[in-house]
């Protein structure tokens, strides 16, 4: 079974230049998240959609990050104008989306330096 | 105050010594209890799954939770220098992934 699959796995801009991650979940998986990892931090959640739709928003900056996931399979998330503190790790995952199942499945990343 | 707090470490041990690993958090509604483990340049990968108090054992690895004092456990024995990666444990009040809160993860490294 093929994982998570994240374009592009680095990635360097300038500050207040855009840039746009795309994450290919595992198929048939209906839920897809969307984490943003700092240095030395864990993972925290941006984004969770069910199928196409979203469940939790609730700490994306909304004023330059969006994100979609058209026809409930891949995902796109977007940074627009970056600052130099979303400088991170990108995490995708993805699961069953099954309502008793907690196990989430994550790609390799993408590493985001901002300048 | 974090919701999850986890020491950063690092913790160095050599191989074939039990290693220790814990959070504590504050939400008494956390119901889910979760470790990943994070190999360098990698994602986290589920290595256990504990629902509310007890113990669950899989091998080298014992979770541990104790809700009554808000704090969790991962033991690791016999490690070995493969085990050397960051563990990150995570909880959430509810099923399906929902609001699932990451600690900030323990770095190891086994020493050969």
């Known amino acids: 079974e093929a994982g998570v699959a994240q374009s592009p796995r680095y990635k360097i801009i300038e500050k207040r230049q855009s840039v746009a991650f795309w994450c290919n979940p595992i198929s048939g998986h209906a839920t897809l998240y969307w984490y943003q990892q700092i240095l030395g931090q864990g993972p925290k959640l941006l984004i969770q959609f069910q199928n196409n739709g979203v469940v939790d928003d609730s700490q994306l900056p909304k004023d330059r990050f969006s994100a979609e996931r058209l026809k409930g399979v891949d995902s796109t998330l977007k940074i627009q104008p970056a600052k130099l503190e979303d400088s991170a790790v990108y995490l995708c995952?993805?699961?069953?989306?099954?309502?008793?199942?907690?196990?989430?499945?994550f790609g390799p990343g993408t590493r985001l330096t901002v300048l | 105050q974090k919701e999850v707090e986890q020491d950063p470490g690092p913790l160095s041990v050599p191989e074939g010594a039990i290693v220790s690993l814990n959070c504590t958090y504050s939400?008494?509604?956390?119901?889910?209890f979760m470790w990943y483990r994070q190999y360098s340049r990698k994602g986290p990968e589920l290595l256990m799954y504990?629902?509310?108090?007890g113990n669950k054992e899989d091998g080298r690895f014992t979770a541990q939770v104790d809700k009554s004092s808000k704090y969790i456990s991962l033991f690791i024995r016999d490690s070995q220098p493969s085990d050397s990666a960051t563990y990150l444990c995570a909880m959430s009040v509810g099923t399906g992934g929902f609001k699932t809160i990451f600690g900030a993860g323990t770095r190891l490294f086994v020493k050969a």
């Open positions: 504990t629902y509310s108090s």
């Open positions: 995952a993805s699961s069953p989306g099954q309502i008793s199942y907690n196990e989430q499945f």
């Open positions: 939400n008494s509604a956390f119901q889910y």
